[in-house]
């Protein structure tokens, strides 16, 4: 990757996304460790095509920009390729091993519920704490308790953040198009914040629902949506932070409150959902802030960030598209129709042929679901309905005495047809081994012959 001439002296500058993740498994899960030295996108533990096929795909997110090519595209994308199979993504075997082990280690202690119970959610606490079971676990049960004292499902249905467009004008940030990967990109204007003006309008507690209502968007919207439009698993997203004219002024104790606030949150109960964080236009005064900021940030987090100064176009259009960069990061957007581009929430999750796909997928799940339920029914209740049904048709007698096959009746001939199979299986065993044993008694037979005894 290029790197830009010009850098602020005594930054840490670290690159995240590079390498590949260590094989070795030690046999002992509970101690088992993986590099710490490189963190590669957590998409990397789902199987993904050669370099040369992720280049030609990569040209493909061109047609989010013209509709009508992409939904030719996405017609015959539904045809070729399950639209499950790529929001699920294709599990690597030796995490899915360890993932299974740890789903079992919590089951022991608790009801897992089932919306956090997925296989791509274990697997990022995992991944943050290096996949040691034992630390794994104790991170995901306060997440679970958190969830709960924070009441974040009711949050995410109920909460209604009315004063964001004021917000965002005293706070520029938000989601805005997808980097080259497909990866939601988020940008975020800090140099521009007035946090006075920012707590006149809210407070520090709605902010911080406000955040978490995000957080459960892009868990459940917009890295699904970027998925079917990239056609391949997305599950991190790509930061984008100017920080132009921000010192250590700038962190006072109401904005050490707020930062802190949410740093907790992303770090303890949203872990390994970014890719990499671009921080630009960091000057010198940004030097003495970045190192009490980093004290607030762990070692995986850190990997993930590269701190540049005003030259970082190069470094940001190798990850991100212009056209998906504003025009006050060297990009090609205005968002003109909607009032500038961290209000224009742009993106994937905003086309309703996508969100339909979604709502879609949604329904079929919880039909499948109903019908589960459904076969649980009791088989009591089971007659009562075919009797009532028959009871429209004919006399009640007349169906009782009809020979009928009722689900009682099904289950037993399912239980013989059971007991049969595996009693041919032993026939089948008994008899190859009456023929070993005829066997080795003729063998037997002919060596006594042969010693003329």
Not at 183 to 196: A, K, Q, S, W
Not at 239 to 265: C, L, T, W, Y
Not at 441 to 448: C, D, I, R
Request: glycine content about 6%; some cysteine; hydrophobic content about 35%.
């Amino acid at each position: 990757m290029h790197k830009s001439k010009e850098r602020v002296k005594d930054i840490d500058i670290s690159r995240g996304g590079d390498g590949d993740p260590s094989s070795g498994l030690e046999e002992n899960l509970f101690s088992t460790r993986r590099t710490k030295l490189i963190h590669p996108p957590i998409e990397t533990h789902w199987n993904f095509p050669s370099r040369e096929e992720y280049r030609r795909s990569v040209s493909n997110l061109s047609v989010l920009t013209k509709p009508s090519k992409f939904r030719e595209s996405l017609r015959k994308f539904r045809k070729r390729k399950d639209l499950k199979t790529i929001l699920e993504g294709t599990h690597d075997p030796k995490d899915e091993q360890l993932v299974e082990s740890f789903r079992q280690l919590l089951m022991s202690d608790v009801q897992l519920p089932e919306k956090q119970n997925d296989y791509h959610t274990l697997l990022r606490f995992l991944r943050m704490r290096d996949f040691d079971l034992l630390k794994a676990k104790t991170m995901y049960l306060n997440y679970l308790k958190w969830r709960d004292e924070f009441r974040v499902d009711t949050i995410s249905k109920e909460f209604k953040f009315e004063e964001n467009s004021e917000v965002k004008k005293c706070y520029p940030h938000g989601f805005h198009g997808v980097d080259r990967h497909g990866r939601p990109l988020y940008i975020e204007r800090v140099g521009l914040v007035d946090l006075n003006a920012l707590l006149q309008l809210t407070t520090v507690e709605r902010f911080v629902k406000y955040h978490v209502t995000e957080q459960e968007k892009t868990l459940n919207l917009r890295f699904p949506a970027c998925s079917v439009a990239a056609k391949r698993h997305i599950a991190s997203s790509t930061s984008v932070i100017d920080v132009k004219g921000v010192g250590i002024s700038n962190f006072s104790r109401p904005a050490r409150h707020v930062f802190m606030e949410i740093q907790k949150i992303d770090s303890n109960y949203y872990p390994e959902t970014l890719n990499r964080l671009f921080i630009v236009n960091a000057g010198s005064g940004f030097r003495a802030l970045w190192k009490v900021l980093k004290a607030f940030l762990d070692a995986r987090t850190i990997k993930k960030i590269e701190v540049l100064g005003s030259n970082y176009r190069r470094n940001l259009v190798e990850v991100i598209d212009p056209s998906n960069l504003p025009t006050f990061l060297f990009g090609n957007c205005t968002c003109s129709d909607y009032g500038g581009c961290l209000v224009s929430d742009k993106g994937p999750w905003n086309d309703p042929e996508i969100t339909d796909l979604l709502q879609a997928v949604v329904e079929n799940e919880d039909e499948n679901n109903d019908e589960e339920e459904g076969d649980e029914v009791s088989e009591e209740t089971g007659k009562n309905q075919t009797e009532n049904f028959y009871l429209d048709n004919e006399d009640v007698d007349q169906y009782r005495g009809r020979n009928y096959i009722g689900k009682p009746a099904l289950d037993n001939i399912k239980e013989l047809e059971t007991a049969i199979h595996d009693t041919m299986k032993k026939i089948q065993t008994l008899e190859a081994a009456l023929e070993d044993t005829t066997m080795a008694l003729q063998g037997l037979a002919n060596n006594v012959k042969g010693l003329g005894i």
